[in-house]
């Protein structure tokens, strides 16, 4: 850098500076956005197991919520997310309704929880998802 005067020399290093703080923040904004879509993914592929119980929930109506992480107090994300998969039916966060959507880790678990609460299950799809129904009285 010979032969530059003291104001050549600042305006490059401040080009050169300028250079890499944009591609830090470019490289930044990409991990962001890759991240972004790893969760999206999660959140579709979640959807996906709810795809057999909407065909056969009724197109309006209150169903109850049964989990095995918690109702909405415990697990809001799980609960809200089942009542946006299955919009427009409202997902209640108790059992007390005739149908009640099983939303669990596992399917091994959804027999026991649901006898316990009085509740047999209609349809297990054997991804953590059933529909069960209030035993008769």
């Known amino acids: 850098m010979t032969g530059y005067t003291g104001r050549a020399r600042a305006s490059i290093a401040i080009v050169l500076f ?3 703080l944009a591609v830090c923040t470019l ?32 197109p309006r109506g209150t169903v109850g919520y049964l989990s095995d992480t918690g ?4 697990n809001p994300k799980d609960y809200y997310l089942t009542q ?5 039916i409202v997902i209640a966060p ?5 149908l009640v959507i ?5 399917s091994s678990g959804i027999a026991a929880l649901a006898a316990s609460h009085g509740l047999s299950i209609e349809k297990d799809f054997s991804n953590g998802v059933a529909l069960l129904r209030r035993a008769s009285r």
């Open 94 to 98: 108790d059992t007390a309704h005739e």
């Open 102 to 106: 099983a939303n669990f880790v596992s």
């Open 84 to 88: 946006y998969f299955l919009a427009p």
């Open 71 to 74: 109702g909405r107090q415990d």
């Open 27 to 58: 490289a930044s904004y990409y991990s962001f956005v890759k991240q972004d879509i790893r969760v999206l993914g999660g959140i579709v592929m979640d959807e996906e197991r709810f795809t057999g119980i909407r065909a056969i929930l009724p």
């Open 18 to 20: 300028m250079s890499a």
